[in-house]
């Protein structure tokens, strides 16, 4: 197969970025991989990714590697919910942004796909119809996470303005899917219920997309999508009790039978957030998310993805259901 593109991806190791690379090389791509540790992501043993060992804040760490290569795809980032140094999430997502900015114009990278979340983005009074036209929520309703992400996204579009190189944002909803390792705040939850650990929930909602079907669009992005626009990458609005529901149909354990107030769901939340504050590890949930999951803040439309890209609306289920299986058969998890 006759190489396309060289590609230059961070986050190789996480959870998108991992089934980025995968799909990128098995559709011709040459893609360079950076990687903080030794270890290669398991979902691309056997598969022909090169690897870069360096650091997004060191750029002397993989200059040559970037020189290599055509396209930046950039997924990496800190995700992870109550962080107890809140600095560190504006210095890799922020910081680290701006930094490759930098140096993929000074070497004349083409195009530079950069990944953030739709949790920056604004709702409509009926969250259903939120789309990119909403503009950016206030900073003063975010927390360090969305915010770090919003400041990344505002030197991406600076870039793009200066017509040096194409740049093009991607803002994925919750992902959901196989290979969710570390796992993400929404496997912890998937995870929690399999375990049989779930037996409240409250009203509420989220929008959830296949991991792998937001993946395909950044292959489709190589070549699609604008310059300086945002692209919401998302599927299927669910309420809290129906993503349940969803696991219960998959995987056979009950439903929890609890509906707890807002104010209860918050207040434990600001506990369990506090204490990973103070543990120095991080929590699948805060008093923001469970304010924005209350107030359905996640939903939306993709339709300009889905225009613009060919992005792929199959029913949440098979996505949930890969998840399940995958969690199973890797039952150390469980």
């Known amino acids: 197969m006759e190489i396309r593109k060289?590609?230059?991806?961070?986050?190789?190791?996480?959870?998108?970025?991992?089934?980025?690379?995968?799909?990128?090389?098995?559709?011709?791509?040459?893609?360079?991989?950076?990687?903080?540790?030794?270890?290669?992501?398991?979902?691309?043993?056997?598969?022909?990714?090169?690897?870069?060992?360096?650091?997004?804040?060191?750029?002397?760490?993989?200059?040559?590697?970037?020189?290599?290569?055509?396209?930046?795809?950039?997924?990496?980032?800190i995700t992870?919910?109550?962080?107890?140094?809140?600095?560190?999430?504006?210095?890799?997502?922020?910081?680290?942004?701006?930094?490759?900015?930098?140096?993929?114009?000074a070497i004349g990278i083409e195009r530079f796909i950069h990944?953030?979340?739709?949790?920056?983005?604004?709702?409509?009074?009926?969250?259903?119809?939120?789309?990119?036209?909403?503009?950016?929520?206030?900073?003063?309703?975010?927390?360090?996470?969305?915010?770090?992400?919003?400041?990344?996204?505002?030197?991406?579009?600076k870039c793009s303005q200066n017509g040096?190189?194409?740049?093009?944002?991607?803002s994925p909803t919750a992902l959901v899917g196989a290979c969710d390792q570390k796992p993400t705040p929404v496997g912890r939850i998937i995870l929690s219920f399999l375990r049989g650990k779930v037996?409240?929930?409250?009203?509420g909602g989220i929008n959830l997309i296949d991991v792998e079907d937001v993946a395909q669009v950044f292959v489709e992005a190589l070549e699609k999508g604008e310059n300086g626009q945002i692209y919401i990458l998302g599927n299927e609005n669910i309420t809290l009790f129906g993503l349940f529901r969803e696991l219960s149909m998959i995987s056979g354990i009950p439903l929890p039978k609890i509906k707890i107030p807002f104010q209860v769901a918050y207040t434990t939340s600001a506990m369990?957030?506090?204490?990973?504050?103070?543990?120095?590890?991080?929590?699948f949930v805060t008093p923001a998310k469970i304010r924005s999951s209350y107030k359905r803040h996640s939903y939306c439309s993709s339709q300009k993805a889905i225009?613009?890209?060919?992005?792929?609306?199959?029913?949440?289920?098979v996505a949930l259901t890969k998840a399940i299986n995958w969690y199973r058969y890797h039952s150390n998890l469980l």
């Open 199 to 203: 037996f409240v929930y409250m009203n």
């Open 115 to 157: 990944t953030s979340t739709r949790g920056t983005l604004g709702v409509a009074d009926m969250p259903e119809q939120s789309d990119e036209t909403y503009g950016n929520k206030q900073t003063d309703g975010m927390d360090d996470y969305i915010k770090s992400k919003y400041l990344a996204e505002l030197e991406v579009i």
């Open 272 to 283: 369990i957030n506090g204490l990973s504050k103070v543990t120095g590890g991080s929590s």
């Open 164 to 170: 040096a190189m194409v740049c093009c944002i991607l």
């Open 6 to 77: 060289k590609i230059f991806l961070t986050g190789t190791s996480g959870f998108l970025g991992s089934q980025v690379a995968l799909k990128l090389s098995k559709q011709g791509h040459h893609v360079i991989g950076l990687i903080r540790g030794d270890e290669s992501p398991s979902l691309l043993k056997g598969h022909s990714i090169e690897y870069c060992k360096g650091n997004i804040l060191n750029p002397e760490s993989y200059d040559s590697a970037l020189k290599e290569c055509d396209v930046v795809v950039h997924t990496a980032a």
């Open 307 to 317: 225009q613009a890209f060919g992005l792929s609306q199959a029913p949440i289920k």
């Open 80 to 105: 992870s919910f109550g962080m107890k140094r809140t600095q560190d999430y504006y210095e890799t997502n922020t910081e680290g942004t701006k930094i490759l900015l930098k140096c993929s114009q």
